[in-house]
């Protein structure tokens, strides 16, 4: 059978350390993304989204590689998990990317060209 | 062809299939996987893969049949351009419930639900599925969805189009939208399931020598139609999901009275749907794969390129979606990317068309009723995908959009592509599935009525479109009306084709000839063990040691004795190489 | 959350959890050996998170798409969140995946006892966090700010920030609906594992488990800041 070289019979068990590591981490990333929050960005408010999305980011990192293992996983499960982000990227993406597109207006005045040359309800 | 004439066809030449009675009567193994237990128990509670195909087939099958009355009916009605028969209230609940039953109760689970769950295990060389128990349930759970749909017909029927769009759907359609909602929501996640369970089964239990390039083309097929399945059916629950919560507790999330966007809820959808409509039509292709190699004797033409595309169709397939969204108010940007990478996905089901063609290209062609439906597979699909060319283009959609255009050409490609290729594999499979053989005569005239009679229902369709018929409207202007008598002249034909199998093929279950381990001597593993198969479908796990498709040496009809190791008799039909 | 589809997902999730062996022996029948069982409930539930990550991506669009056009009122409707409450319930959750992630070690190194402890110790947490959600939902039900019919606003912008709550409530709803059905089955788990079933050879179910645990745990690390900390700002500044 197809197996990865990754024998499931002898587990690989993480040490204590690093567990309680990845602990501390994300409780400090949390007071982190708390504090960014709050504080006054002044001219650069827009800047709180995206700082609060590359944080939860590097949460969710680390959840995925050490709690959830895919450090110590099969090359596959990287694979999936990489084309389940990229998949959601393509929604999001092209999702809003109509909606953005929506405020860009043509040039009125090739418009106003084509319409006065021809109006479609005349042709009909 | 002209070396074909050169080397007519003997009589011994034949597959023996066409004989009266089979040489391999008395073949049938003792014990096989419908003999081992008895009893509707035996049935509701078994999770080996092989019965499971068979309960899909029969609910499935009831859900096509359902289906096709709503389509008799629409097409009785526009046989007079007054709407006469059924008031437009009625009209509407008939087309969704016809479009709902077909396309999510019938076509997407057809092939992979039936076929994929019988053959994957076996053409892979395992004795089941990844996950029985995941597997019934999938069949529960498509059951439990199916039961919610059909109490929605109880409670009134729905008249939102199987499409549900918003804000219709959401605020004003006074119809059984939530209970079809869930039904369709709930049966989605029998789908992810089967899918999860193809993935994983081809990844983890091939059998020793059943690399990834001698994989059965099938396999593939299967294989990308799952990711769709994965990737994309949660995005159309959840969308179905919000329409279901905005109805029932009036959160507005589409409701454009509180500044939302009704069209969002289109891209939801048609992220799921365009996909699905390869999911419709990947295992077809696969079907085809299967059966032109074997009907032309040939080794496959291009298998590293078929299977290829139909992992591109998969991902670029994920890209298009906006295209059924044209006039909805889109931006215009966002179409004209669209309208682009539209164009890009009918390359790789063009490479597929390519290597078929190339495959029957000198190779030793027979007529048998599998190999006439993957003809029929193969015009009528190209028409389907050329037709959605003409969509794709931004300019001429304004004009064709949401006419009979639109209705022609999904049916030439769910119809004539999917179904036709579904049907390939009844026949082609029938006699692995049962141990018998079904009437050639009767299977080939049943494939041509079916042949004439779509063609008669949906060609016309193509002219009223572009005449500018709409679609779902049950009265129109007199001139259309010949073209309206052709098509539901051609369905009554199509009917007929559809019902005279379900006689034979039920005749053929008790006095069809047997059929023995391999009719068409065909290659690839399923052929390899007894019809109908041991409970673990070999006797021993297989071990894979050729390319697939090899059609150039002797294939047998028979198993050898167990433990003879005798010397396979050859075949009396040994191809020509 | 609908009361119709609670028990439908319900079965969903039972249905996902990898196939249970028979108490008659771990291995299955139509798997070779250990290792290609367990290879192939990781990746079954791998994929399956693959299509929980789309499906919360279905409606996390629908989040983007509307941020983007109603980002003042969006932000309005934020600040009427308590920020406490949800920083709390954030810190309460990676309490949950720690000990999550424990009782799978502990899984493997064969102690039951611990593996029991921190079973029900995931599961206390994960309680405490539908409490506290329960004491927010009752505060925005007294406030009015359940979407609906009976949604009450005063204020500018008062459809949209309507529209933010449906969000609000359907996004922590479900992820919520999420929480309820892992701490159900984990209540499963603490009997098989109080009777002896996990072990050194065999704990791939925990395994799983807790793979789908801090799955729902990163789910909320993005909910936390795209509906809390978002108005925080609006609410510290003004
Ligand atoms: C391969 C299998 C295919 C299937 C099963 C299929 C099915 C469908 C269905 C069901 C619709 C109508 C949906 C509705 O409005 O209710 C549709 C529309 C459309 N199809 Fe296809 N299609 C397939 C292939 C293609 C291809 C290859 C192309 C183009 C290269 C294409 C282009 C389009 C376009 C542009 C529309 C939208 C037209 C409009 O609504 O104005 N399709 N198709
Ligand atoms: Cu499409």
């Known amino acids: ?124 | ?577 | 959350m609908s009361q119709q589809h609670g028990p439908v997902t319900a079965a969903v999730m039972t249905g996902t959890m990898p196939d249970m062996p028979d108490h008659d022996g771990p291995l299955q029948h139509h798997f070779d050996d250990m290792a290609q069982q367990n290879e192939s409930s990781a990746l079954g539930m791998w994929l399956f998170l693959l299509t929980e990550l789309m499906f919360f991506g279905g409606v996390m669009t629908a989040y983007a798409v509307y941020r983007y056009l109603f980002n003042a009122a969006f932000a309005e409707g934020a600040s009427h969140l308590d920020v406490r409450l949800g920083t709390t319930n954030t810190i309460i959750l990676i309490f949950s995946s720690l000990t999550m992630a424990l009782a799978v070690r502990a899984a493997q190194m064969d102690k039951r006892k611990l593996l029991v402890g921190l079973l029900i110790a995931t599961m206390l947490f994960g309680g405490a966090f539908l409490v506290i959600k329960g004491i927010e939902y009752a505060h925005k039900w007294e406030a009015g700010h359940v979407p609906g019919a009976y949604f009450h606003y005063e204020g500018p912008l008062a459809n949209h920030v309507h529209l933010f709550f449906s969000f609000y409530f359907t996004m922590t709803g479900i992820h919520a609906l999420h929480m309820v059905l892992g701490i159900g089955w984990m209540a499963w788990l603490v009997l098989r594992s109080a009777r002896g079933d996990f072990g050194v050879g065999y704990y791939a179910p925990i395994e799983m488990t807790g793979l789908y645990w801090h799955f729902v745990d990163i789910v909320w690390i993005f909910l936390f800041p795209l509906l809390y900390l978002f108005g925080a700002g609006a609410a510290a500044g003004h």
């Open chain 1, 1 to 124: 059978m197809s197996h990865d070289a990754h024998a499931a019979d002898s587990p690989h068990i993480v040490p204590l350390s690093v567990y309680l590591t990845i602990f501390a981490l994300l409780m400090v990333f949390t007071v982190l993304t708390v504090w960014v929050a709050l504080i006054d960005l002044g001219p650069y408010g827009w800047l709180h989204t995206p700082l609060a999305l590359l944080i939860a980011s590097v949460k969710a990192t680390l959840v995925v590689l050490w709690f959830m293992h895919v450090k110590y996983g099969s090359r596959l499960v990287w694979v999936f998990v990489v084309a389940g982000l990229a998949w959601l990227a393509l929604l999001v993406g092209i999702t809003v990317g109509d909606y953005v597109g929506r405020t860009w207006e043509p040039d009125p005045h090739a418009w106003q060209a084509s319409a006065d040359g021809a109006d479609f309800r005349q042709l009909g």
């Open chain 2, 1 to 577: 062809m002209s070396d074909r004439a050169a080397t007519p066809k003997t009589a011994s030449e034949r597959p023996p299939t066409r004989r009266r009675r089979s040489r391999y009567e008395g073949d049938v193994p003792r014990e096989h996987y419908l003999n081992v237990a008895y009893g509707l128990k035996s049935w509701l509670f078994t999770i080996d893969h092989k019965r499971i195909a068979i309960l899909y087939l029969l609910s499935i099958t009831a859900f096509f049949a359902l289906g096709g009355l709503m389509a008799v009916f629409i097409r009785l009605e526009l046989l007079t351009p007054a709407g006469d028969l059924m008031t437009s209230e009625i009209y509407n609940r008939v087309f969704t419930l016809h479009g709902v039953l077909m396309v999510f109760f019938f076509l997407i689970p057809s092939i992979p639900a039936v076929f994929g769950n019988f053959f994957l295990p076996m053409m892979v060389g395992a004795k089941d599925m990844a996950f029985p128990r995941l597997n019934l349930a999938s069949w529960y759970i498509y059951s439990l969805g199916g039961v919610f749909t059909l109490a929605a017909i109880v409670a009134g029927g729905v008249d939102t189009g199987w499409t549900f769009y918003t804000p219709y759907s959401s605020t004003y359609s006074n119809s059984a939208v939530a209970l079809t909602a869930i039904g369709v929501f709930i049966n989605g996640f029998s789908s992810i399931f089967t899918g999860l369970n193809f993935i994983v089964t081809i990844h983890k239990m091939r059998a020793p020598g059943m690399t990834w390039m001698r994989l059965p083309l099938f396999v593939w097929a299967n294989y990308a139609a799952a990711l769709i399945m994965i990737l994309g059916t949660p995005v159309v629950a959840m969308a179905i999901f919000l329409v279901a919560v905005e109805r029932l507790f009036g959160v507005g999330i589409f409701d454009p009275a509180l500044g939302g966007d009704p069209i969002l809820y289109q891209h939801l959808f048609w992220f799921y749907s365009h996909p699905a409509v390869y999911i419709m039509i990947l295992p077809s292709m696969g079907v085809m794969s299967e059966v032109i190699a074997c009907f032309s004797r040939k080794r496959i033409f291009g298998y590293g390129f078929i299977a290829a595309s139909s992992l591109a169709i998969a991902t670029v397939g994920f890209l298009v979606w906006g295209h059924h969204m044209f006039v909805s108010g889109q931006s215009i940007y966002a179409s004209m990317v669209f309208s682009v990478l539209t164009m890009l996905v009918a390359v790789p089901s063009a490479v597929k068309v390519f290597n078929w063609l190339a495959t029957l290209w000198r190779g030793s062609i027979s007529f048998e009723t599998p190999m006439l439906y993957a003809f029929g597979f193969l015009g009528l699909f190209t028409v389907g995908g050329l037709t959605g060319l003409y969509l794709g283009t931004l300019a001429t959609d304004v004009h064709l959009h949401d006419t009979y255009f639109i209705v022609a050409h999904f049916h030439y490609i769910m119809v004539g592509g999917a179904v036709m290729g579904y049907l390939a594999a009844v026949h082609f499979w029938w006699p692995k599935m049962t141990g018998r053989m079904y009437s050639e005569w009767w299977g080939r005239l049943s494939a041509g009525l079916l042949f004439i009679g779509f063609n008669l229902t949906f060609f016309p369709q193509f002219l009223m479109g572009y005449m500018g018929m709409p679609r779902r409207y049950h009265f129109y202007p007199e001139e259309w009306q010949v073209l309206n008598v052709l098509s539901t002249a051609g369905a009554s034909i199509l009917g007929l084709g559809y019902l005279i199998p379900i006689i034979y093929l039920t005749y053929s279950l008790r006095y069809g000839p047997i059929a023995g381990p391999n009719p068409w001597r065909a290659t690839g593993l399923e052929w390899t063990t007894a019809s109908p198969p041991p409970q673990h479908n070999f006797e021993q796990t297989p071990v894979v040691t050729e390319e697939p498709y090899d059609y150039s040496k002797p294939i047998v009809n028979d198993l050898p004795a167990p433990g003879a190791g005798a010397e396979p008799k050859p075949s009396p039909a040994a191809p020509r190489s």
